[in-house]
Each structure stands twice: as C-alpha cells, then as structure tokens.
C-alpha cells in the first residue's frame, strides 16, 4: 500500500471518483485535490466553498452543496453579478448523477432528469435521498426506503421495490455495478438487485456498518465505520479480500475503484490506493467442500471440482469425479449406501462400491437440491421443484410453488418435502408428495429475507430453517407452525441435527459454526472453535467440510448409545 499524507489544513475526504490511472479527491474543505495511482496528490482544483459531492460534467466539474437549491458548475462565469447555476430548482438537493443521457437530480420533494444544456426533461415528486443512471433507467431511493425504477425517457415510474433497515435511508448507499444490476447498503447488508425485474437476487453481509460503497462489473467493496475495506464478487457475491483501510476509527467515508486501483478516503486527510490484486484471495491448495453427506460412520464429501470421496471410519474406500467437473452443490447417502450426487445439471446414483453411475440429466438448472431412495427433487429460479425417478431416469412431475427461487429443500421421512424460498417474506412450504398439494405456507423469517438452508431431525417431527436475517426457525411441519425462533451472530449457510433430534450443527457465512441445544426450556447456541467451515452433515458424529479441502469430524458429537440388560451398549440391526 502507497499512503499520501498530507498536511492537516486538508479536511476529510467526503468523495472520491476515479479518472484514468489516478483519483480526484473532494475535501471538506471544497477543494478538489487530483491525485496519482499511488495516492498522492499532484495538483488541486478550488470547489465551491462547502462542495461534498463533485462530477466530471464536460470539461468541468458539477458540484452539490448542502442546503443549495441547484448544482454548481466548477468553472461557472458570473451572470449579471450572481454566480452561474445548474438545475436551479425549487428544492434542496440531496445527491445527482451524471450519464450521456443527462443528469438526474434527487431533491427533497422532486426526482428531476435535466439535459447537459440545463433544461428539465420530468420530474417526480417525493422525497429523495439518492439516485444513480443505468441504460434506460433512473434509479432513485426515497426516504422511506422504496427503491424506485423510472423511465429515463418520460420518467414513468417502471417498478418499486421496498426494503425494510433499522438504518435510516438516508445512511443507505447506492451504487451501479453495470446495465443489469445495482447494489445497495442497508446497514451491515449489501442487496444485489435485478433492474429488468426489480427483485432482489442476492443478499451479503459485512462485518459492519457499511458507510461507503462502490462496484463494477468485478466487484462490490464496502468500507465500514470501523475502517475494513471488504470486497465482494460482483457475479456471485462470494467474499473477497478483507483488509484495513488505514482511516482509524472514524471509518471509510469514500471509495473509488479504478482499472488497476482501489482508492480509499476517511475522516483523516489522506487518500490510500490499494491494488486491485488486493480485493482477491488467494487460490486455495484445494478446492472447497461444496457438498457433504453423512450416514453412521460413512461420510460423503463433494468439491468445487465435482470430485467425490466417500470414506468409512476415517479411511477413504472410493473417490471419483462425477459431473463433468462442475461443482456438486448436494449429497445425499441414503438406505443401503444408496449415494447420490447432484450438481446444477446433472444427478447420478450409484451403490457401494460406487463405480457403476446412473446419470440423470436436469431439466432445468437446480438451485436446491434433494432426495430420497427413489425420487430426487431440483428446485429451480422459477419458483418450482421438478420430481424425477432416479431408477427410470425420467422426470415424473413439477411442482409449482412460489415467486421466488427455490434456495432450500429437506425431503422428511415419509410424504412430506419442505421448500424454502428466497422470497422476500422467507417463505416456507411443507408439500405432500404423494398427493403433489401444499399443506401449510409459512413465513418464518423477517420479511425481506430469504431461506438459505433447511434441516429435520431423523424422525421429522422438526425442521430447521436457516435465514439470511441471521436467525434459525424451529418449525413443526404437521402442524405447519413455527416453534420457536433463535437468533445467531451471521447467516447460516448449512444445518444439521443430530440422531437423536436435539442438537443442530451450524455453519455461517463467515466460515465459523455453532452447536444449537434443544432443551425443555428453549434453545441455546454455543460456539464451535472452527474456521473456514463450508458445509456439515451429521452421522455417528457431527462431520465439517472447509474451504481448504479438509472434511473433520468434531469429537464429543457422538450420540449416547443405548444400554442393553447386560450393560454393554446395544447394537442396530446390521451394525
């Protein structure tokens, strides 16, 4: 890391925006200092007194002011005696975006599209507190939190979509990662959203309050209010590099990501530049568990490479590649060592010792996955689950549930399959396989918060349901009724009780995990001392995969066996 420190009669840094291999700096002072790839400052550029927010417009710069009704070109001439003013209008300006198009003005009662010449296209009312510019749209937050989608060409209101934070919206942040989508800031949240369908399509969480937000087509990086700078995968919201931004205590307030660099601005006086190469982390030596099943002392474990290892008591006795290379998203060791294996696409079955595979190809993409000793289930982004026979190989019916995409299946013993979804109510929906019809819909999570993995006990008189509201429902799926409710420091990503239906192993989106108790008196969680976990699956013990490649048992998880007459432990038919 290149620092710049500069000497303290320059402000905070309230903006950053990137042009060509360096940074323009607004200070709190208005001045707009200009500087290299390596963060320092090579020249400065005089602001109107009080400017927190400058764009390149032309070849100058637009300038917004707290409390000023317009914008203010940086190179504006005297009319007459008054300074020359842009978007003069009747009031406050709360944020602007420039495009080819033209420039979008939020104020506090208007949403404005004005043409680079000055003169106003539409407007809309309300009240506004940011906007961005993607093709054909002008996407502006409102005070109330309602994300609205506008037409750029008449200013037609095209969709709305409202979130729910404890934040105010006017600490949201907004930004454009390309055509296709925006991200916002809720908080500790980040929310990847679709602009042709208006839907949320992703959810991550930072570490903290994120106070600053910028993206591209490669990345998402939030700076937060205690200094860390972390990057995400725009594509798939996967984590990047986490690091410290060098501002101390008071946070990042600005960030710019330039082609080679990532800029960073806080209440200090200074600009940090961090290489690109610094958002990524290393490749790891294997790949990562992506899949794990496990049944009394086998264990299943998948990785991102659709490499498969099956071992018994700690040896390995089989290991293959199935589905073509493509990741296995989903295990599952069934009667008789039945395993299969699922990827998006693909499904194969296979008994020990593994060799011969029954391959099924997948109608549609699989977002979910799972099945039993006949049948595999495969949720799909549609909202629906397709039910195929894995002797015949054929699709046998769909089931046609929701809105939003399957993120979730548990098939329990006996008729019932339950689906969670990541519609935004966090639906939940217990089916009757056999009679192909709902039994119960439930919405056991915050609203605006999706279902992000399911679990039941061996005898499924209780289902588990993982959230990205960072909270566990306990639900009775006879009855159809929420049991109770816990909640954990992160999202989970991966449940899994043990063989007597009293304890639930977790793993969250950090990679830490947790061990859930259910007792008379209510559930408690205690942590797991684990890092870099992936998935869990419990057999005779509780069975962690990590993100290195390694698949651990965890020691003291085994279930108490059953005492017979003469004292020893009894054994299970077949042990």
């Known amino acids: 890391m290149t620092t710049s420190r500069e000497t303290r009669r320059h402000a905070s840094r309230v903006a950053l925006v990137a042009r060509g291999e360096g940074v323009a700096a607004v200070d709190g002072d208005g ?7 390596e ?51 009747g009031s406050d300006v709360q944020a602007f975006a420039v495009a080819v198009d033209g420039v ?125 700078v972390q990057a995400f995968a725009s594509e798939s919201g996967e984590p990047g590099g986490s690091f410290e931004g060098g501002h101390g205590d008071g946070g990042v307030t600005a960030l710019a990501l330039g082609k080679k660099t990532l800029f960073t601005g806080g209440h200090e006086p200074v600009v940090n530049a961090w290489p690109r190469a610094k958002l990524e ?36 006795v089989a290991s293959r590649t199935v589905g073509n290379a493509q990741a296995l998203t989903s ?68 089931y046609a549930l929701s809105d939003g995409d399957v993120t979730a299946l548990a098939r329990l013993p006996g008729r019932v399959l339950v689906v969670g979804t990541g519609a935004l109510d966090g639906r939940v929906f ?47 799926p006879v009855k159809g009724k929420v049991l109770a409710r816990l909640r954990v420091r992160e999202t989970p990503t991966a449940l899994a009780f043990d063989s007597e239906g009293r304890r639930i192993a977790c793993v969250f989106a950090d990679g830490t995990a947790g061990l859930v108790k259910l007792g008379p008196r209510g559930a408690t969680i205690e942590d797991i001392a684990l890092t870099g976990a992936t998935r869990v699956a419990w057999g005779d013990d509780a069975v962690f995969g990590f993100a290195d490649g390694r698949v651990e048992r965890l020691p003291g998880t085994a279930s108490p066996q059953p005492v017979s007459r003469n004292g020893r432990g009894a054994r299970s038919p077949g042990a």
């Open 281 to 316: 982390i290393a490749k790891r030596v294997a790949s990562p568990v992506t899949a794990l099943a496990s049944r009394g002392d086998l264990i299943a474990a998948g990785d991102g490479t659709g490499h498969v290892r099956v071992l018994r008591n700690g040896a390995e």
């Open 104 to 228: 979008a003005v939020a104020r506090t009662e208007s949403l404005e599209l004005w043409t680079h010449a000055g003169k106003l296209r539409w407007t809309v009312p309300g009240s506004w507190v940011a906007v961005t510019i993607v093709t054909g749209h002008v996407i502006a937050l409102a005070d109330d939190g309602s994300l609205v989608f506008t037409a750029m060409r008449d200013g037609a209101t095209l969709g709305t979509l409202r979130l729910a934070s404890t934040e105010p919206a006017t600490e949201w942040r907004l930004a454009c990662i390309d055509a296709a989508r925006v991200v916002l800031a809720l908080g500790d949240w980040l929310v990847w959203i679709d602009v042709a369908t208006k839907k949320t399509i992703r959810r991550v969480r930072a570490r903290d309050k994120v106070t600053a937000l910028a993206s591209d087509a490669a990345w998402v990086v939030a700076g937060t209010d205690t200094g860390w």
């Open 430 to 476: 217990v089916v009757d396989v056999t009679e192909a019809k709902v039994l119960h819909r439930m919405e056991p999570h915050d609203e605006a918060f999706g279902v992000t993995c399911l679990a039941h006990d061996p005898r499924g008189r209780i289902v588990a349901s993982g959230a990205d509201d960072g909270s566990i429902a306990l639900i009775d």
């Open 39 to 89: 963060g320092k400052r090579t020249s400065a550029l005089p602001l109107p007194s009080g400017t927190v927010q400058a764009l390149p417009f032309a070849d100058a710069w637009l300038c917004r002011v707290p409390g000023a009704t317009y914008l203010a070109p940086s190179n504006a001439k005297p009319v007459r005696g008054k300074p020359s003013v842009f978007a003069d209008g």
């Open 331 to 398: 295990l599952v060791l069934a009667r008789g060592d039945l395993l299969v294996t699922a990827t998006s696409r693909l499904v194969t079955s296979s008994e020990a010792p593994w060799e011969t595979l029954r391959p099924l190809a997948l109608r549609a993409e699989a977002t979910a996955f799972a099945a039993d000793e006949d049948y595999a289930f495969a949720g799909t982004d549609s909202g629906s689950v397709d039910v195929y026979d894995l002797a015949e190989a054929t699709h046998v019916t769909s």
């Open 31 to 37: 001045a707009l200092g200009i500087h290299d790839a």
